[in-house]
Structure formats: C-alpha cells, structure tokens
Antibody, heavy 118, light 110 residues
Framework: QVQLQESGPGLVKPSETLSLTCTVS????????WNWIRQPAGKGLEWVGR???????NYNPSLKSRVTLSMDTSKNQFSLKLNSVTAADTAVYHC????????????WGQGTTVIVSS | QSALTQPASVSGSPGQSITISCTGT?????????VSWYQQYPGKAPKLMIY???YRPSGISNRFSGSKSGNTASLTISGLQAEDEADYFC??????????FGTGTKVSVL
C-alpha cells in the first residue's frame, strides 16, 4: 500500500525559501497527481498545488507567484519550494496523492511542521 | 476563495446518527459533484471517507454516507461508535483553486 512521508527543515527564516520533499513508498510516482496541502495552526486546510509526471503543474492562485513543484522519478519523490516566506507560511504541510480520475485525495502523509521565524 | 463552512463540533451518543454539513457556493459545492470527506485523528494523516459526494472508497464502512443539496453537502455517520471520534473535513473542486477545504468539524461521542 502506498505511503507518503514528508521531510525537510522545520525552521525557515523570513524571506528565505521553504523546501520540502515527499517520498512515496509502496508504489510508483509515475501514474498519478501529487499534491501539497498546508494547515496553519488554528486555521483550515489550504491546497497549495499539484504535479503530474509529465511536469504539468497546477497552483493555488494565491500562492502561484512563490511556489514551484518538481518531481524526481528516480527517487520516487516530489518536492515543494515556497520562496519569500513570512510568518503566515508557518503551517503543517501535507503531501497527498490524487485519487486517479477524481477530484479527491486518497493517500496522505502525516504532515510536517514548518515554522517561519528568525 | 473562501473556505467551506462546517460546524465546529457535532456530538452524539453511541448508536445514534449524526450529520455534518459543508456549505459552499455555486462556484464549488453547488456547481460540481466533486465533494469529498476526510477523517483525521490528532497527529495522523487524513483518511478519505467519501468522494464524488456519495461514493465510499474500498474498505470504508457503510455507516458513512454522503449527500448534497444545492450548495450544501453532508456527511452522515450512522450507528455512531467511539472510534468515530475524530476531526472531519470536506473539500470540493473549484475552478478557481482546484480544491477548497472546509473549516473542519470535531465529532465527539458522548
């Protein structure tokens, strides 16, 4: 069964770039859409973006100017970069798989906390 | 894109049925049959319970059911059990940002 695990620095300085990686185990990254979702403390979930193996990406318009998603099929990983971060980007970041053929997210990682602070 | 509105908490006794609402607009919930529901225990990964308004993934108990009327979708848990105590959130497709999420509901089993 497919499992997802987020990894990356837990602390990022303001104005710098947040970088996270999601490692996919138990299945191939080549056949589905892979998403990032975040949840600031005490607030609701926010979809960040998704990537497909052919490089096609979709981003939340509210974050589009600062977000880049990429994929490394040799490592079965996909990554998130969010630049020019502020305290408002402090959140739990989840990666998730898109349910094939549907607008739903059928496998999620547990999430990793990223704090933006100097 | 505003979040979908859910009640902050819903509670019920074991064996009872409860319903969680998820209210959006004609640009999301009301415009598409792409509402999904998730269950999340503290510190754990969310779990898909319902997709496309009313379909259950393999392995999900038939005690969980989904429906939609206008701009409001609903998740009903029948035969409430202690293990159902968790957070639940909805999400809908939207042409603006692909996915918009609900504010989340804490279900308590009395």
């Amino acid at each position: 069964q497919v499992q997802l695990q987020e990894s990356g620095p837990g602390l990022v300085k303001p104005s710098e770039t947040l970088s996270l990686t999601c490692t996919v185990s138990g299945g191939s990254i080549k056949n589905d859409y892979w998403n990032w979702i975040r949840q600031p403390a005490g607030k609701g979930l926010e979809w960040v973006g998704r990537i497909y193996v052919n490089g096609v990406t979709n981003y939340n318009p509210s974050l589009k100017s600062r977000v880049t998603l990429s994929m490394d099929t040799s490592k079965n990983q996909f990554s998130l970069k969010l630049n020019s971060v502020t305290a408002a980007d402090t959140a739990v970041y989840h990666c998730a798989r898109g349910l094939r053929g549907y607008y739903a997210l059928d496998v999620w990682g547990q999430g990793t906390t990223v704090i933006v602070s100097s | 894109q505003s979040a979908l509105t859910q009640p902050a908490s819903v509670s019920g006794s074991p064996g009872q049925s409860i319903t969680i609402s998820c209210t959006g607009t004609s640009s999301d919930v009301g415009g598409y049959d792409y509402v999904s529901w998730y269950q999340q225990y503290p510190g754990k990964a969310p779990k898909l319970m319902i997709y496309d308004v009313s379909y259950r993934p393999s392995g999900i108990s038939n005690r969980f059911s989904g429906s939609k009327s206008g701009n409001t979708a609903s998740l009903t848990i029948s035969g409430l059990q202690a293990e159902d105590e968790a957070d639940y959130f909805c999400t809908s497709y939207t042409s603006i940002s692909l996915y918009v999420f609900g504010t989340g509901t804490k279900v308590s089993v009395l």
